[in-house]
């Protein structure tokens, strides 16, 4: 946790209180600097103080990564094995710090007679000033996003509010592909055909290629709808990575860091050691992306995904490729495993690749007692993956690599690459 206001390295005189009796977390005030921390830099983002995203970005990129190494080892300190094995972060590569997203999520908020477009603060629900350009993102994001922002206010939309619940235009999704570029329109219902043509034109002047509409009628955090419909071109993008192509669609999961992905892919692969005859499993398989990779190794690769776009997906990714030597399922991993084990599959290796939270409480048990030689376990959640090595530490494995790999510049965040061995 860091303190608001300060970076690691600093060291402050603060007022910390508990915001009433028996609060499980404290709110801190910095009262006075002693030391600022030597790693100190100029933000190079001028909306970064309001927007929140990156509460590094005024650290340097050596000083992020010593930071974020420190925390590892602290949260690893209570795992058996575990601290021991962290190795230095892989930085990003060649120094790129900006325009490496291939994502933008971006909210209309109207308020005193003012529209805007971009992101959340963090831990709000308001537009930031200056959001509408991130740094992060291609600069064809920014032109898109100011596009469809006049685009709004001239065809007289309404806005979504979150507090009467009422209004049109939601938020705006953007992401760009190997040689494409979609645009998805978030609204709470259908919108005019005069203006879907005029926001094909207005998305075609920042180079859009393809673009859909998706209507979200029901609350919730989830920030697509549940119906959609395609306005332009075919409403996906082609991403290349190591070599494969894959298929992105507005609905499916796709790492958003561009150079840094391969990296992560390449480092997960390369410490699992395949071979052609083995069987290798692959849980949270999202589009195929290590599904595939791994299937120009091995000798067969099953892949598990809950989201039934993801799972259609993959299928095709894998016949675009040329890659026959895979299956995909689609459901919970922690329902699916139980079949895939009775019918006496025994993977030499197992790939998880789990959201932030980490493994459903039985997927542990159920791996370890398919006797994979190693699981590779990528995490975007140090804390869950630090939970679940224990977990396998009292099954029969241990923690013995762990590598992370910048995936998130200037944010607190970092993804982890862990190898667990079988010892029993
Ligand atoms: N390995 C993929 C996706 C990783 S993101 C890649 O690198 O692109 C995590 C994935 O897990 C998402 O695609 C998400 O839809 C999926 N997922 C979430 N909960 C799941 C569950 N219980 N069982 C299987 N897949 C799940």
Request: net charge neutral; glycine share 8%; aromatic share 6%.
């Amino acid at each position: 946790m860091i303190l608001p206001g300060t970076l690691p390295g600093d060291a402050v005189e603060a007022v910390v209180e508990l915001p009433k009796k028996g609060a499980h977390s404290a709110i801190g005030r910095v009262s006075r600097f002693i030391r600022k921390s030597p790693g100190r830099r100029g933000s190079p983002c001028p909306a970064s103080a309001l927007c929140g995203g990156c509460p590094l970005i005024e650290l340097t990129s050596e000083a992020q990564l010593s930071y974020k190494k420190r925390f590892l080892e602290k949260l690893f300190s209570a795992t058996p094995g575990g601290a021991s094995q962290i190795l230095d972060p892989i930085p990003m590569p060649h120094g790129i710090d900006s325009g490496y997203r291939n994502k933008a999520v971006l909210y209309f908020e109207e308020s005193a007679g003012t529209r805007k477009l971009g992101m959340y603060e963090a831990g709000s629900h308001h537009v930031a000033p200056g959001t509408d350009s991130c740094r992060l993102c291609p600069h064809w994001m920014a032109v898109a996003a100011n596009a469809v922002l006049r685009w709004s206010r001239d065809s007289g939309l309404s806005v979504w509010s979150e507090t009467s619940q009422t209004g049109l235009l939601r938020g705006l999704i953007l992401r760009a592909g190997s040689n494409g570029r979609l645009a998805t329109l978030v609204t709470s219902s259908s919108i005019p055909d005069s203006a879907s043509e005029s926001l094909i034109s207005a998305l075609q002047s920042a180079g859009v290629s393809d673009i859909t509409v998706s209507i979200k009628t029901r609350p919730g955090n989830f920030v697509l709808g549940e119906t959609s419909v395609v306005l332009l071109g075919r409403g996906s993008v082609t991403a290349e990575i190591s070599g494969l192509e894959f298929e992105v669609r507005p609905e499916t999961f796709l790492q958003v860091n561009t150079p840094q992905t391969p990296v992560l892919y390449d480092t997960a692969i390369r410490l699992a050691s395949i071979s052609p005859e083995d069987t290798v499993l692959d849980l949270y398989s999202g589009i195929g992306t290590i599904s595939l990779l791994l299937a120009r190794k091995a000798g067969h690769v099953i892949g598990v995904e809950i989201v039934p776009e993801s799972v259609e997906e993959a299928k095709k990714n894998a016949v675009r490729n040329g890659l026959s030597n895979t299956e995909f399922f689609c459901g919970p991993a922690e329902k699916i495993l139980p079949d895939i084990c009775s019918r006496g599959i025994q993977p030499k290796t197992v790939f998880v690749d789990p959201p932030r939270k980490g493994l459903e409480a039985s997927v542990p048990g159920i791996i370890a007692a398919m006797e994979p030689e190693t699981v590779i376990y990528i995490a975007c959640g140090p804390e869950a993956l630090a939970r679940d090595a224990a977990k396998f530490h009292n099954l029969g494995y241990c923690l013995d690599t762990l590598q992370p790999v910048d995936l998130f510049p200037d944010t607190a965040h970092i993804e982890c690459v862990a190898r667990l061995r079988r010892v029993q």
